[in-house]
Nanobody, 127 residues
Framework: EVQLVESGGGLVQAGGSLRLSCAASGFTFDDYTIGWFRQVPGKEREEVSCISSSGHYTYYTDSVKGRFTFSRDNSENTVYLQMVNLKPEDTAVYFC????????????????????WGQGTQVTVSS
């Protein structure tokens, strides 16, 4: 059974930090690009970041550049999203997703390109 399980969300004050984790099972993890998306009620789910299957290439949406760092540990089938200097506008449910990648350097930015999704973890940043 394929599973992506997010953890690490919570309530933090503006300027604070959180580290999200996403643990994967049921598929060949190091063949997959992993992405983080977030969604606020009433709005479209948006891409936050993605990391290639090799872990060598990362992408960040402009609003999180310099504040979020995406890493992966293929030996542990886990990815991490370190978030610092959090802002109230970062408040959302954060989802990780996996997309099968033919090349170790591939990025995927569109939701339909992802094969598997987690259930999400809530991040709330108070002002």
């Amino acid at each position: 059974e394929v599973q992506l399980v997010e953890s690490g969300g919570g309530l933090v004050q503006a300027g604070g930090s959180l580290r999200l984790s996403c643990a994967a099972s049921g598929f060949t993890f190091d063949d997959y690009t992993i992405g983080w998306f977030r969604q606020v009620p009433g709005k479209e789910r948006e891409e936050v970041s993605c990391i290639s299957s090799s872990g060598h290439y990362t992408y960040y949406t402009d609003s999180v550049k310099g504040r979020f760092t995406f890493s992966r540990d293929n030996s542990e089938n886990t990815v991490y999203l370190q978030m610092v200097n959090l802002k109230p506008e970062d408040t959302a449910v954060y989802f990780c997703a996996a997309a099968e990648s033919e090349y170790g350097s591939s990025w995927f930015h569109l939701q339909y390109e992802y094969d598997f999704w987690g259930q999400g973890t809530q991040v709330t940043v108070s002002s």
